[in-house]
């Protein structure tokens, strides 16, 4: 499990900065957000998983879903816009969702996962199954209505839900400290469910707070909330890189780094030896090789066909015929 959870995050660290170098490249069309330096929260939460529990994401999705078991090839598919992505190269980055295996969905709107998460973990409730939902979202949407509203709802129905907030300190370029005011998990005190903070650069810490919502949730405890503190390495989105930004200074970027995940998880491991410094490199390595292969498989899959612009529109009457009348 120790060693699964590095191999994990390294698999995000990879992608996501190889991402970096597509988009900057213009081999990715439109933009991403990367989740780099965010690493031991989605590893850290999806360890404490299984395959039958789900998790909604955010705009910032990549890590979610790797960390829940997503596809390389098919993610890289659908950032490069081909048939064989998750979306049939429709949707890209904010799109990206994967239901057989519990994720939900990547979302472009700012707290939109909550009560989707809501939703699925009322089901899990009232069919009596024992799986539990998780919805992840930053430090921004926690100043969003449909959040509480979520939380309210998780609180007074005994939901089997875990919020996970991921407190980057950031909403775009907007600091934390200005618009939000307390700690954040004390707000989710308030509608009455377990909250804790987490040091969300410590995969462990994350795992075994996350555990612990687990069992809470399984065993009709109701729902839980856990701010994880954590940094994004890069800007908001692959845009701001062509910005002259000031919001935040490199001293703090760099500050950050020196308790990168990664470095502070294989620190670990080898000091429990669990790991061999040797062991970490061949990891190293075989996660590149996955990755450069991801990238190789997408590249070469067709894009999407003109004339099929018009389909997988709607979900029932596919392929759609109009009713009788309704084209008047
Ligand atoms: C409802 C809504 N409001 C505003 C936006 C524009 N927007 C996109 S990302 C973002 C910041 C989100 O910050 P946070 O929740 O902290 O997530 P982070 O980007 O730090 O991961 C905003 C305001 C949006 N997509 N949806
Ligand atoms: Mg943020």
């Given at each position: 499990?120790?060693?699964?959870?590095?191999?994990?995050?390294?698999?995000?660290?990879?992608?996501?900065?190889?991402?970096?170098?597509?988009?900057?490249?213009?081999?990715?069309?439109?933009?991403?957000?990367?989740?780099?330096?965010?690493?031991?929260?989605?590893?850290?939460?999806?360890?404490?998983?299984?395959?039958?529990?789900?998790?909604?994401?955010t705009?910032?999705?990549?890590?979610?879903?790797?960390?829940?078991?997503?596809?390389?090839?098919?993610?890289?598919?659908?950032?490069?816009?081909?048939?064989?992505?998750?979306?049939?190269?429709?949707?890209?980055?904010?799109?990206?969702?994967?239901?057989?295996?519990?994720?939900?969905?990547?979302n472009?709107i700012v707290g939109a996962g909550a009560p989707?998460?809501?939703?699925?973990?009322?089901?899990?409730?009232?069919?009596?199954?024992?799986?539990?939902?998780?919805?992840?979202f930053g430090?921004g949407a926690i100043n969003q209505g449909v959040v509480h509203?979520a939380?309210?709802?998780?609180?007074?129905?005994?939901?089997?839900?875990?919020?996970?907030?991921?407190?980057?300190?950031?909403?775009?370029?907007?600091?934390?400290?200005?618009?939000?005011?307390?700690?954040?998990?004390?707000?989710?005190?308030?509608?009455?469910?377990?909250?804790?903070?987490?040091?969300?650069?410590?995969?462990?810490?994350?795992?075994?707070?996350?555990?612990?919502?687990?069992?809470?949730?399984?065993?009709?405890?109701?729902?839980?909330?856990?701010?994880?503190?954590?940094?994004?390495?890069?800007?908001?989105?692959?845009?701001?890189?062509?910005?002259?930004?000031?919001?935040?200074?490199?001293?703090?970027?760099?500050?950050?780094?020196?308790?990168?995940?990664?470095?502070?998880?294989?620190?670990?491991?080898?000091?429990?030896?669990?790991?061999?410094?040797?062991?970490?490199?061949?990891?190293?390595?075989?996660?590149?090789?996955?990755?450069?292969?991801?990238?190789?498989?997408?590249?070469?899959?067709?894009?999407?066909?003109?004339?099929?612009?018009?389909?997988?529109?709607?979900?029932?009457?596919?392929?759609?015929?109009?009713?009788?009348?309704?084209?008047?």
């Amino acid at each position: 499990m120790a060693r699964k959870m590095y191999a994990d995050m390294l698999r995000i660290r990879q992608f996501d900065t190889k991402v970096v170098e597509l988009v900057d490249d213009d081999l990715i069309p439109g933009s991403c957000h990367e989740y780099c330096g965010q690493e031991a929260v989605a590893v850290g939460v999806c360890s404490a998983l299984t395959d039958k529990d789900i998790l909604t994401s955010t705009h910032r999705g990549h890590g979610h879903t790797l960390a829940k078991g997503g596809d390389v090839g098919k993610m890289f598919a659908e950032l490069f816009g081909r048939s064989a992505g998750y979306n049939k190269g429709r949707g890209g980055s904010m799109h990206i969702a994967d239901v057989s295996l519990g994720i939900f969905g990547a979302n472009g709107i700012v707290g939109a996962g909550a009560p989707i998460a809501c939703g699925a973990a009322h089901k899990f409730k009232a069919a009596g199954e024992p799986h539990v939902a998780v919805s992840f979202f930053g430090d921004g949407a926690i100043n969003q209505g449909v959040v509480h509203e979520a939380m309210n709802l998780a609180a007074i129905w005994r939901l089997p839900v875990i919020f996970v907030c991921e407190n980057n300190l950031y909403a775009m370029t907007t600091p934390l400290r200005e618009v939000t005011i307390l700690e954040l998990h004390e707000r989710a005190q308030s509608y009455g469910m377990a909250s804790i903070k987490v040091d969300g650069m410590d995969v462990g810490a994350v795992f075994d707070a996350a555990l612990s919502a687990v069992e809470r949730a399984r065993s009709g405890g109701g729902p839980s909330f856990l701010q994880c503190d954590t940094y994004r390495y890069f800007g908001h989105y692959s845009g701001e890189r062509h910005m002259k930004t000031t919001y935040r200074t490199q001293q703090e970027i760099d500050e950050w780094k020196k308790r990168d995940p990664l470095d502070l998880w294989a620190e670990r491991l080898i000091r429990g030896s669990i790991c061999s410094a040797q062991d970490i490199e061949r990891m190293k390595r075989e996660v590149d090789d996955e990755i450069a292969q991801g990238v190789e498989y997408a590249r070469g899959c067709p894009t999407p066909s003109p004339q099929d612009a018009l389909e997988y529109m709607y979900a029932v009457n596919y392929p759609y015929t109009p009713a009788k009348g309704a084209e008047q």
